[in-house]
């Protein structure tokens, strides 16, 4: 597990892209956690007109699943970086097992939250709180989920949020909870871990994409 604090989208992307392209069967898996500067993200089928009003946050088309989301500082991002076949699980087994660990976070912060069969992520009553986006190549995955801890969330309203028009979304902040986000980050690797039976390794920052 790494803590990487800011980092621009296009570089962690392509370090994922890279590590999943270079690894072998012994490569290890792992868990990214960082935050990106202003950015729209648009996934492999993204509709453009879910982005309704982008103005000067940039646009990057990227190769996850999903439609149209926004991430900027104070939301946490979470990259898992993982053999599916080595871990015996299947793309739909992932989402669950990624919504789960957040649900799980959650709950220690005392919210209840829920997934929703129509549409993958996490939510707080009608609200979405995080999302999800993930690519599966060679038989690996990269990409993952986002939380919304302390961010700005105007921006989710120049975009239809993973495409459906109309569609809220929340912050931990709004909820009430103040904790920070590296902190967030360690408890959420532990919820992951403990889903995939993983025993957790720190890496130092500056081993990061």
């Known amino acids: 597990m790494q803590q990487l604090g800011l980092r621009p989208y296009t570089a962690v992307w392509r370090a994922m ?13 792992q868990l990214w956690l960082l935050e990106h500067p202003p950015i729209f993200t648009l996934g492999q089928a ?3 007109e879910h982005l309704l009003n982008p103005g000067t946050i940039p646009v990057q088309k990227t190769d996850r699943g999903g439609q149209v989301t926004y991430h900027g500082p104070g939301q946490l991002i979470a990259y898992l970086l993982l053999d599916l076949r080595r871990a015996h699980l299947g793309v739909r087994s992932l989402v669950t097992l990624l919504q789960e660990a957040v649900i799980a976070l959650l709950a220690e912060q005392g919210i209840s939250a829920s997934a929703r069969k129509d549409a993958p992520g996490v939510y707080v009553g009608q609200r979405k709180i995080a999302s999800l986006g993930l690519r599966v190549r060679r038989g690996c995955s990269f990409h993952g989920l986002s939380l919304n801890v302390n961010m700005d969330l105007e921006p989710f309203n120049r975009i239809n949020p993973c495409g459906y028009p109309g569609l809220s979304v929340t912050r931990l902040a709004d909820l009430g909870i103040t904790a920070d986000l590296p902190d967030l980050g360690r408890d959420l690797s532990r919820h992951l871990a403990a889903r995939l039976s993983y025993t957790l390794t720190f890496i130092e920052t500056e081993a990061g994409p």
């Open 17 to 29: 892209q890279d590590y999943t392209d270079a690894r072998n069967p012994s490569s290890p898996d």
């Open 46 to 48: 993204g509709k453009p």
